[in-house]
T-cell receptor, first 114, second 113 residues
Framework: DGGITQSPKYLFRKEGQNVTLSCEQN?????MYWYRQDPGQGLRLIYY???????QKGDIAEGYSVSREKKESFPLTVTSAQKNPTAFYLC?????????????FGSGTRLTVV | AQSVTQPDIHITVSEGASLELRCNYS??????LFWYVQSPGQGLQLLLK??????LVQGIKGFEAEFKRSQSSFNLRKPSVHWSDAAEYFC???????????FGKGTSLLVTP
């Protein structure tokens, strides 16, 4: 079945470490997105990519980095510059023709700083 | 600035009662509108979406939403709530950032026996 796979489901980071969250889709979607979710804050956009080798900052990009070397993959790196990384991270994707296909979300990665 | 507002942080309803979750948007033009549901620790599941046409939209799990341009609203309704409907509900609208969705802060639904 087609969908978005996020891994790992749970991730623990020590202070000063960089960690990378994986997002893979087999839906042949063009655009991919990373959101951060905190209690009571809804989902906030970190980065997005509409085509391979191109990506743009969202509303809260500081302390994060991404790459889009393949259409299927959009990994997110949480760097040591992100001072409060503990959150639930969601990846999403869509076709350009999202009127017909909408958006698909992964099941999320919960990152905790230890 | 574009924004989506869900005025109710928490709502409690009795099982079998009707439900209405409110959503207002602030955009220059009518955006694409969505309602998603999220169970604890899970991703988001699309309930319904509105792009154009009929202002009453039917979704999955017995949910519907009504788009009202004059009120900039897109409220979600269900005639009879089931205990399994307890979850977090998010209203979203498509924004300018590569079609990324702007989300409201969510409404947490509690269903009592």
């Amino acid at each position: 079945d087609g969908g978005i796979t996020q891994s790992p489901k749970y991730l623990f980071r020590k202070e000063g470490q960089n960690v990378t969250l994986s997002c893979e889709q087999n839906l042949n979607h063009d655009a991919m997105y990373w959101y951060r979710q905190d209690p009571g804050q809804g989902l906030r956009l970190i980065y997005y990519s509409q085509i391979v080798n191109d990506f743009q900052k969202g509303d809260i990009a500081e302390g994060y980095s991404v790459s889009r070397e393949k259409k299927e993959s959009f990994p997110l790196t949480v760097t040591s510059a992100q001072k409060n990384p503990t959150a639930f991270y969601l990846c999403a994707s869509t076709f350009r023709d999202r009127a017909n296909y909408g958006y698909t979300f992964g099941s999320g990665t919960r990152l905790t700083v230890v | 600035a574009q924004s989506v507002t869900q005025p109710d942080i928490h709502i409690t309803v009795s099982e079998g009662a009707s439900l209405e979750l409110r959503c207002n948007y602030s955009y220059g033009a009518t955006p694409y509108l969505f309602w998603y549901v999220q169970s604890p620790g899970q991703g988001l599941q699309l309930l319904l979406k509105y792009f154009s046409g009929d202002t009453l939209v039917q979704g999955i799990k017995g949910f519907e939403a009504e788009f009202k341009r004059s009120q900039s609203s897109f409220n979600l309704r269900k005639p009879s709530v089931h205990w399994s409907d307890a979850a977090e509900y998010f209203c979203a609208a498509e924004g300018d950032s590569g079609y990324a969705l702007n989300f409201g802060k969510g409404t947490s639904l509690l269903v009592t026996p």
